[in-house]
């Protein structure tokens, strides 16, 4: 029962910024965190970032490291990754979710560690 949508997706000019945000809606059991993932044509869907919903860490894959930041939002029940400095490379379809549990810190990257996904939302940056 728990619905995640993402928005924020585009066309943009490498160089330049997007803002995607993932709404949470129904009630999850528990909350350990949020994450982004990516999947770009031809190839297998990627840890992009993560934040834990309490204390509000965050991990980064190194590819965005410095360039995308994200945060969370409890009253209004989101999650947003700010993108600057755009680059083709970044081109894929960008999916939120969120995981009830984790047993490790370090299984906050593992796409199998999350229980909930969004529809995905296309991001393309053209040079």
């Known amino acids: 029962q728990v619905h995640l949508v993402e928005s924020g997706g585009g066309l943009v000019q490498a160089g330049d910024s997007l803002r995607l945000s993932c709404e949470v809606s129904g009630r999850a059991d528990s909350t350990y965190g949020m994450g982004w993932f990516r999947q770009a044509p031809g190839k297998e869907r990627e840890f992009v970032a993560a934040?834990?919903?309490?204390?509000?860490?965050?991990v980064y894959t190194d590819s965005v490291k410095d360039r995308f930041t994200i945060s969370r939002d409890h009253a209004k029940k989101m999650v947003c990754l700010q993108m600057s400095s755009l680059k083709p490379e970044d081109t894929a379809v960008y999916y939120c979710?969120?995981?009830?549990?984790?047993?490790?810190?370090?299984?906050?990257?593992?796409?199998?560690?999350?229980?909930?996904w969004g529809q995905g939302t296309q991001v393309t940056v053209f040079s």
């Open positions: 934040i834990l919903w309490t204390g509000s860490n965050t």
């Open positions: 979710a969120l995981a009830t549990s984790v047993y490790l810190l370090t299984g906050i990257i593992e796409e199998r560690n999350y229980d909930f």
